[in-house]
């Protein structure tokens, strides 16, 4: 009985500091295959093949290419997040909002500069200025 309890307390505990956390974990949008993994308050996210760039805020990915966007900087107020961010290879950048609807969900919105792409089947796949991305469990 004892080590239910302290199961259920080490669960809520863990819970409330996601909650602490919003801005924190890997997040998806099935339709355009692309995800999020960002830590906007350690910033210690670790690009793949991309440690040159030391810690980071985090960083756009996709399922169908290995090409991805680093997150250089983010700003939080409250909910909202205003993240900077770069192609790998430093030739373009743009800067996007993101909203917290719930726990699980992120509204990403482009602000100005590049249009966040993907080469997917030899084709730039371009990435509407509006998305939504859930949490990955």
């Known amino acids: 009985m004892k080590k239910i309890i302290s199961f259920a307390c080490l669960l809520m505990l863990t819970s409330s500091v996601l909650a602490q956390k919003p801005f924190c974990g890997k997040f998806s949008n099935d339709e355009y295959k692309i995800f999020l993994q960002i830590n906007f308050t350690d910033k210690n996210i670790i690009v793949p093949d991309q440690e040159i760039f030391g810690e980071l805020d985090g960083y756009i990915g996709s399922t169908q290419c290995t090409t991805v966007w680093p997150i250089t900087s983010s700003t939080l107020k409250g909910k909202n997040a205003a993240i900077e961010v770069i192609n790998n290879y430093g ?44 949490r990955i469990k």
Do not use: C
């Open 91 to 134: 030739s373009e950048d743009f800067e996007a909002s993101l909203k917290m609807l719930n726990d699980s969900t992120i509204q990403y919105e482009h602000k100005n500069g590049s249009t966040l792409k993907f080469p997917v089947n030899r084709k730039w796949h371009k990435i509407p200025t509006k998305l939504t991305f859930t």
